[in-house]
């Protein structure tokens, strides 16, 4: 037994134990025939919050696409200086960074709070406050581990895990998040949700409910002065026994004060924020991101306990950058993947993501994908794209745009021919290893089948069948030498 | 590569294993909005079996907080020499002793039949027979392994095992059942059903099914002369062929002479019943427990086959007692977990169970369960229980009595405080190993997220973010020492 | 740790990895109380195509036993040098070979072509392309391995992976599938779909579904020119960019040459089918399999990387042969059975199958599988079949004959009696590893139960019940030496 391989299984022994810690059960409510599409659509979120630093926009999640994939997609703009409030969702989540730079903060229970103050820090850190008027007596601070995020970063936020992110760029950050509902994680119904900790949060799904929320939307405007933080609902004198603290103060904590002037589920930090964190550059960062890639990859929890190893566990992962390309054209463009392989979370939550760049006029060939339903989002520029279901129908033929959301279901065939400004796109997967399917070009079904069955099913000559053979020898991404127009003369 | 380290990922291999053994796979009815639960309740059951020794009792399965939940209760007493009938489900299932002691008999098919009467047994026995006025002649008994139970243990009977219970204390047998119908190893639908192998047996569901299950029981009503034991449904010729035996016997099995006189689901056995069991006192058998128990953490089942590792599975643990304890605080009470890391069964059942006791006045601080339902049985004493949802509302702030059944939904916060008398309860997780995450206290949101997060999320000082961090040093249970109104005036 | 040990534990963990490869989520519709059946039936199928070269027959999937089991069934018969078109589907599948011979060809993505022409094979094909008056010239081919089928076996085909038949044979293959609708591998919704790489396939559920099935069969009938394979969705312009060949060949690719003498799902061969692949007589051939099964039990894929262990992967076993018997009296019949220990992939399936042969009269005793239903395929003879609900109904007491499924649900008991002219049967099971618990003979019920339990739950003295324990010697499988109705006499 040579050292790798048993390393490699023992790897895949711990992946599965923490597979086992989330639930394995679901309970979404399943229409009829609610993947029979007639029709699919590129479609634009149709709820949008306004927030003190930020805007939230949702995707109508009872649409019969998003219904088919069982998924609800949001995306969130930060300001400089947002805070989005600590929140939690009963559905795994996977964030795209679209753009911008910032902070993620996760709460692991039973994980040690690992950044503390120095002394000197503090000191450093209250001269800073000083400096900005501020002159209150500042004791040490400790917390769980904070996350560096950027531009082009998949974030995987496990069921129940409550996280809150801050924009620390010049810019705004831009995310886009995934919650998958028909996940077994998620032992509530169909509808998305999010819990949140503090704040007068709007719910990001209401104008979009049937039923009880609509009722309940209702009465807000009735009430008008409602507050909805999860610890709103709880007896403030409880809480005070609690939190051992005030009920003044529990009463802030509850989102009360803030009735008149919500500041909604993003608000603003005066000055900076001002968490604990390694000094850093850019290019420390990055060094230090590949020295903790190569080392989850070499499995650096092996020799810890399984709770450290769950609390060090990475939660992220570039997949813009040119460098992490899996298919690589430099005329077509490249696709990087992002799979349980290679981020050992996504193995616990069943998910996987694509990050895909066609230049002007490229193709990414016709494929399909065996066990995964694909929620792509336009990232930069437009394509013309085509999706096929079982019947040999078109159930799509049109423009997807940036910002736009499209949904292919399993095993439907797809095809995208970027436009002359080329087209960029993050593809999100419900399987960790999403297995895909190309018709053409290498590791495709044409090369795959005997040239005698395809002359015998295409009614084609086996000359025919040899040449359709040969001609696929490129890999995913092709840049048509000639064009459609040329070709139909031929 | 330490010894320790393969040992453990080895033991989890084998419990992935087990898991496979049964479906990944499952068919519930799921209801539009079943988890838009407007309000909670403290529910007590609302069906009653009466039989010949001892009694039934379910909470209604149809109720949506069951139906958001996908499971349900079953309450039975038995009295003293009373068996509960053979039986299964195509559900797993979590039994908690409330009181009494007795044996639990399990068939396990393809694992040995490893109890076998000695010639001294057998001749102790018969005269015993004798003494009680018996003169038949008896042969030797051989039978699989049964297993002794008492107040405080947790049973853990995976779907489609035929399972039979017996009080040989002096004392009620109260056990409480949860049936996990959202578990993927029920194939069948959203209705939760009992296979009896004897008797004629009344169904626990009865009363609360739709449809079919009405019109069955009008059926009945009119037949009268239902009886419904699993071997009633065949021919008697030709369980007279299966069973080698000649038909007057099979109709016996098949419970047709019970007709006029039915005894139902628990019966009365006379005398004692005679099984073969190793002698021993109690302290033998605690010590036997212990020692059972270090064997199966020691993973004694690496060196058997399969088959043996399976038919020696341990089903049943003890979490009753203060010495099991995994949260203890002597001022305000305990709280015992049983998860699949103490009970290997438990993840391939995918469920959990938690027993608490807190003393009068103390509070369970608020909390919610990130990947888990939480189905909670009151064992002793009332106590106030507050839970919020999604939207920050208060959906239950009500007092939850001994044998009463509340479910707090996955995400749910929630937090409980005993009243004068105390309180106890068992709860029971849709999650081998469900994951808490405590408001306040050690390893709580508040502690785990920067001071400077919380207090621009709560608005609220520097320093007072830093108080509530301090004061939060609690474990999760706590007995506040100034009461709510004292600090009302603070 | 000892080296047979650490082997087992590795191929375990081997196998979870493939699990997750493919979705651990599913979306079906469910239907209220839709394991409710007041009866069961013996089932034909009622929708049929003829194609070219075969038939396809289906079983209505919205029939209520099918929607309780979530499985789709069809029968394929492929006459001689019949091609069934390739295609894939969201499900996985299994496939039993009822009789004939043939090649299967399966398209895994990633995996190497690793049948290549050498020079001589190819002369050898162009001389008895010329013989039989084709002038072509003939490029070598390449294509990804062929496996061989015969009477007997068992195929497992994971969700979307494309695959296609062919009979090579002098004789019908007749091929029986079930489609796993309910496994987490099928994301769409609970429609059974086939998708087809090639020609002019018709719908095989067309007839049966429901909605936009309807209306689009009702469309049909007016444009007249239905084609439906999965290219003919695309523009014939992009597709002739992907492949990189002239648009007029993409048509025909397209199937929109074959319009008016539609071929349908299975075409005819002109010739016999020219693939590459090893030359072996019938002994080399079963020679082979034995090497191949030894190998795979030995777990030969240890050494090599993971997509080599998928690209090898065992597909196929044979289940028909005597000499495979698992229970065999050679009075009464045998059972074969085939589960995840025997062909690793049905662990990823989570599917399993069970051939057997009742001799004439003989019993195969009441049983109950406790986590899987059971759909049976009369293969030979007829049976009389009782089927036993929770409540003790009958819910099926008829004859099953061949051509013909039965499902019987999860926990339903079951017996079988052969008619004079014996049975034999396919049934497929919805776990990897189904359990059954059989109620008389070895390893049964009554006999893991203690006599004194069975005395006091029948209300049977001790001597009848320690009697009924000591007839059920037997296995599974018995003859009666006296008829019922000797019996009844008794």
New interface residues.
């Given amino acids: 037994?040579a050292?790798p391989?048993?390393?490699l299984?023992?790897s895949?022994?711990?992946?599965?134990?923490f597979?086992?810690?989330?639930?394995?059960?679901?309970?979404?409510?399943?229409?009829?025939?609610?993947?029979?599409l007639?029709r699919l659509d590129a479609l634009e979120p149709n709820n949008r919050i306004e927030a003190e630093a930020g805007v939230i926009e949702s995707w109508d999640p009872n649409n019969q696409q998003f219904q088919?994939?069982?998924v609800a997609v949001v995306r969130h703009t930060l300001e400089c200086n947002g805070?989005l409030?600590?929140q939690?969702?009963?559905t795994h989540q996977l964030i795209y960074i679209v753009q911008g730079r910032g902070y993620l903060?996760t709460?692991?229970?039973?994980?040690p709070?690992t950044?503390q103050d120095s002394q000197q820090q503090q000191q450093h850190q209250q001269e800073q406050e000083q400096e900005q008027g501020q002159s209150?007596?500042?004791?040490g601070?400790?917390?769980?581990k904070?996350q560096h995020f950027r531009q082009g970063d998949i974030i995987a936020i496990?069921?129940?895990?409550?996280h809150?992110l801050?924009n620390n760029g010049d810019s705004e950050v831009v995310a886009v998040s995934l919650l998958?509902l028909?996940?077994?994680?998620?032992?509530?119904?169909?509808?998305p949700?999010?819990?949140?900790?503090?704040?007068n949060p709007e719910?990001e799904f209401q104008q979009q409910g049937?039923?009880?929320?609509q009722q309940?939307q209702h009465q807000q405007h009735e009430q008008q002065n409602n507050?909805?933080?999860?610890?709103?609902?709880?007896?403030s004198?409880?809480?005070?026994?609690?939190?051992?603290?005030?009920?003044q103060?529990i009463r802030?904590?509850q989102?009360s004060?803030?009735e008149r002037r919500p500041r909604k589920n993003i608000?603003k930090?005066?000055g900076e924020?001002?968490?604990?964190r390694p000094p850093r550059s850019r290019q420390e960062q990055e060094r230090e991101e590949e020295r903790e890639h190569r080392q989850s990859g070499r499995g650096r929890d092996?020799?810890n306990g399984l709770e450290e190893t769950l609390c060090t566990l990475r939660l992220r992962e570039n997949i813009g950058d040119a460098s992490r390309a899996d298919i690589y054209n430099p005329e077509a463009g490249r696709i990087s993947t992002l799979n349980?392989n290679k981020l050992r979370l996504l193995?616990w939550l069943?998910l996987s993501a694509e990050r895909g760049k066609l230049n002007r006029n490229a193709?990414h060939?016709?494929h399909?994908?065996?066990?995964?339903?694909t929620v792509i989002y336009g990232v930069r520029g437009t394509a013309r794209v085509?999706v096929?279901?079982?019947?040999?129908?078109?159930?799509f033929?049109d423009e997807l745009q940036q910002g736009q959301v499209l949904i292919v279901?399993?095993?439907f065939?797809v095809?995208k021919?970027a436009s002359s400004e080329g087209f960029e796109w993050v593809a999100f997967k419900?399987?960790?290893?999403a297995?895909?399917?190309?018709?053409?070009?290498q590791?495709?079904?044409?090369?795959?089948?005997?040239?005698?069955?395809?002359a015998?099913?295409?009614?084609?000559?086996?000359?025919?069948a040899?040449?359709?053979?040969?001609?696929?020898q490129?890999i995913a991404l092709?840049r048509?030498s000639?064009t459609?127009?040329e070709?139909?003369v031929?």
């Fill in positions: 037994m050292k391989n048993s390393f299984y023992i895949l022994c711990l992946v599965v134990l597979n086992g810690c989330l639930a394995k059960r679901w309970q979404q409510q399943q229409q009829f025939n609610q993947c029979q007639d088919c994939a069982g805070l409030l600590p939690y969702s009963p903060g709460v692991l229970p039973g994980c709070e950044y209150r007596r500042f004791r601070d400790r917390h769980q904070i496990p069921a129940g895990v409550a809150w801050y998958d028909n996940n077994q994680a998620n032992q509530l119904d169909e509808n949700r999010y819990f949140y900790l503090a704040g719910d049937q039923g009880r929320r309940q507050n909805n933080n999860v610890l709103s609902g709880f007896s004198e409880l809480l005070a026994d609690v939190f051992n603290m005030d009920v103060t802030k904590l989102g004060e803030e608000v930090v005066d924020l001002q968490v604990i092996v020799d349980s193995n069943q193709i060939v016709a399909w994908t065996q066990n995964a339903h085509q096929v279901d079982d019947s040999g129908r078109s159930v033929d279901p399993q095993n065939a095809v021919r419900t399987n960790d290893n297995q895909i399917t190309p018709l053409a070009g590791n495709s079904v044409i090369r795959a089948i005997p040239a005698d069955v395809l015998n099913a295409y009614q084609i000559s086996r000359e025919d040899q040449e359709l053979k040969e001609n696929s490129d092709i048509p000639r459609s127009s070709r139909r031929m």
